[in-house]
């Protein structure tokens, strides 16, 4: 059988072989918040899996940065977020399950996360593409910066593994740890 994309792999950090390449790493909220301590998230945020607003003031949305993987059918997902203007914010809220959604065109805002392996994501400028009711966005970033010339040429699945490898043992430097799902 030949290999495909998400076959296992021999892991280089607990020199295991683990029978599945996870194919994505996700945060679970913007990195400002996971840093703030519990209280402060609790009296400022308001929240679903999908969106925050922190002091009423403030707004995110989770979406999909997808990474074509050079010779393989399958994008690594990285479940990420961006900053929203309070307009496009309220907007995406309205639209929710609205099928009409799928037309709006492209949001602005800032990438919220400092994505591992790449220097300097947060506050990359996004855009936000709307997809069907049940989809997250998808997220683009500008093409000079690695990460967009990722997103654009592709990765080789030595660098999935590299994700991989955090996202089944985290980082020292990561308090809060990478989730795996899209
Ligand atoms: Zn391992």
Not at 14 to 40: G, N, Q, R, Y
Not at 75 to 81: A, H
Not at 97 to 115: A, K, Q, V, W
Not at 124 to 143: A, H, N
């Amino acid at each position: 059988m030949s290999q495909t994309i998400a076959d296992g792999f021999d892991c280089s950090t607990c020199k295991e072989h683990h029978p599945e390449l996870p194919m994505s790493m996700a945060f679970a909220s913007p990195d400002f918040i996971s840093k703030m301590l519990p209280w402060d998230q609790e009296s400022r945020c308001k929240s679903s899996e999908d969106w925050y607003i922190v002091d009423d003031s403030m707004f995110y949305i989770r979406g999909c940065l997808e990474i074509p993987v050079v010779g393989g059918g399958q994008p690594f997902v990285l479940g990420i977020w961006s900053t929203l203007n309070e307009n496009d914010f309220d907007t995406t809220m309205e639209l929710w399950t609205d099928p009409s959604r799928i037309n709006e065109p492209p949001y602005l805002g800032m990438l919220s996360n400092d994505i591992p392996t790449y220097t300097n994501t947060r506050l990359l400028q996004t855009k936000v593409q709307t997809r069907q009711s049940g989809e997250r966005p998808l997220i683009f970033v500008p093409d000079k910066h690695p990460l967009g010339r990722d997103q654009r040429d592709g990765i080789t699945r030595e660098k999935v593994i590299e994700f991989a490898q955090l996202v089944l043992h985290g980082r020292s430097d990561n308090p809060y740890g990478y989730l795996c799902e899209k």
